[in-house]
């Protein structure tokens, strides 16, 4: 089955700059890459994804690269805030049918004024 | 409902009972997910229904967990004979279609009930 691998498990960044976490799959067939942001006791939120056919999407201050023949997938996040504190979590499923994602370990971003 | 709810947010236990753990999808939501997270994990997929039917049940751990979805709307995660290993926050996710069109399988979360088994 897919197996997920996310680095780093912590990073600390200053305010104001850049944050990467990359994660590799295992399972060629997967094709969507979700990433989620869970805060401290709060649900994990959808806030980018990136479906095989593209290799860069990007969202304001996020965006998340797709390299599928080396099976690895980055988030990137630029002029980093505090409020950007928090877990993230990169998965990997099928695009079609039923989301039976498969999480990477989390990464804890602590963004420091 | 606007997001997707779930009670208990917070369950104590005692090794050995029985625990039931209730999800409300959004509304008109035909698939239903049930995820396990324990403390520094990412969530694991256990279960998910499509309307009435348990569609794939591949990550249930053993029989002590079992979950049933009546009515294709509310579901209920159930798990007998609990176990200290058992303690994790249960994850319900909600998608309106297992069809990826227009993101129409996209997942959304409830913010979990946290069960300790003492």
């Known amino acids: 089955g897919e197996n997920v691998e996310q680095h780093p498990s912590t990073l600390s960044v200053q305010e104001g700059d850049s944050a990467v976490i990359k994660c590799t799959y295992s399972d060629s067939a997967s094709n969507y890459f979700p990433w989620y942001k869970q805060e401290l006791g709060k649900r994990p939120q959808l806030i980018i994804d990136i479906r095989s056919n593209v290799g860069e999407k990007k969202d304001q201050r996020i965006a998340v690269t797709l390299n599928k023949t080396a099976k690895h997938f980055s988030l990137h996040i630029t002029e980093t805030q505090p409020e950007d504190s928090a877990v993230y979590f990169c998965?990997?499923?099928?695009?079609?049918?039923?989301?039976?994602?498969?999480f990477g370990q989390g990464t804890r971003l602590t963004i420091n004024p | 409902g606007a997001g997707v709810s779930q009670t208990p947010s917070n369950k104590v236990t005692e090794k050995g009972k029985y625990v039931e753990l209730r999800c409300d999808p959004i509304?008109?939501?035909?698939?239903l997910y049930w995820y396990r997270q324990s403390l520094g994990q990412g969530p694991e997929f256990l279960i998910y229904?499509?309307?009435?039917?348990?569609?794939?049940d591949s990550g249930l751990p053993n029989d002590r967990f079992f979950a049933v979805r009546p009515e294709g709307s509310v579901s209920t995660l159930k798990i007998q004979r609990t176990e200290r290993g058992d303690s994790a926050v249960y994850l319900c996710?909600?998608?309106?279609?297992?069809?990826?069109?227009?993101?129409?399988?996209?997942?959304?979360f409830g913010a979990g009930s946290r069960l300790t088994v003492l």
């Open positions: 996710a909600s998608s309106l279609t297992l069809r990826s069109g227009s993101g129409a399988n996209v997942l959304t």
């Open positions: 509304s008109g939501h035909t698939a």
């Open positions: 229904f499509q309307g009435t039917g348990a569609a794939d």
């Open positions: 998965a990997a499923s099928m695009t079609q049918g039923a989301q039976k994602l498969v």
